[in-house]
């Protein structure tokens, strides 16, 4: 039987092999690279966990792993003193992280009061060229109280994310863009997008999107999984952050 990375290969060359436009093949190469990186997280995953297998004594004593994850400066919209906090790890460029972004306003409004959502940058730089500035646009925006605004206007216009473009959203939010600029490229948003990385991947993140309720990780993805860790959380069973 073939490998799924030898079958994903030949679906690969077949779409590419067509004639197509130059744009189409810019997306296509795109989407390419996007699968083979989450080939290599999910080979290496699998790896450890055949590494790393309990044994079977082992097997249902243990709860899962609630990482401690510094909120920090981050952003955050909800309640502040909500008792269950998600936090998101997303890069701006992923099509994934869009997609997740209409789920996580669902959650927000099925609990006004009890949950906050925290943003942290992860940009894939190693597959999304324009990854790190958008999170550096949306840092900075962060800083004249704009990064929800910033966040949206990305989000929506994921296809269009050159410096040029990144300027006229950055004015379309209303924000100081001579101060925009100046705190796009100081240290300071340099060393938050460094800083939230770093704390990414001490909590195992190595694709976006991944998300944390109150340090537990999400799994599946779904609506229902968001729904039954909150309420564990709220019931007192499991996790914590910093």
């Known amino acids: 039987m073939l490998r799924p990375v030898v079958l994903i290969a030949l679906m690969l060359a077949a779409v590419t092999g067509c ?12 989407d390419q690279r996007e699968i083979l990186f ?20 082992d097997l249902g004593n243990q709860p899962p792993k609630a990482y401690e994850i510094t909120l ?3 952003p955050a919209k909800g309640p502040r003193n909500a008792p269950v906090t998600i936090v998101e790890f997303s890069d701006f460029q992923c099509p994934g992280c869009k997609t997740y972004q209409g789920l996580l306003n669902q959650v927000l409004r099925l609990y006004p009061n009890d949950v906050k959502l925290v943003y942290k940058q992860f940009p894939l730089a190693d597959i999304h060229a324009h990854a790190v500035n958008a999170a550096k646009a949306a840092l900075a925006a962060a800083r004249q109280g704009r990064f929800w605004e910033m966040h949206d206007m990305i989000y929506e216009n994921q296809d269009e994310l050159g410096m040029d473009k990144l300027k006229q959203y950055a004015q379309k939010v209303g924000l100081d863009v001579i101060r925009w600029e100046r705190d796009f490229s100081s240290s300071e948003v340099k060393q938050q997008l460094s800083r939230e990385g770093d704390e990414g991947r001490a909590a195992g993140v190595d694709s976006t999107p991944s998300f944390f309720v109150n340090g537990r990780r999400i799994t599946q993805g779904t609506l229902e999984e968001f ?16």
């Open 38 to 57: 989450r080939l290599g997280a999910l080979a290496k995953a699998i790896q450890q966990a055949g590494s790393q297998a309990p044994s079977a004594a």
């Open 227 to 242: 729904k039954l860790l909150i309420q564990e959380a709220l019931n007192g069973t499991r996790g914590k952050n910093a």
């Open 72 to 74: 920090g400066e981050s």
């Open 19 to 30: 004639g197509r436009r130059s744009e189409d093949l810019e997306e296509i190469s795109r």
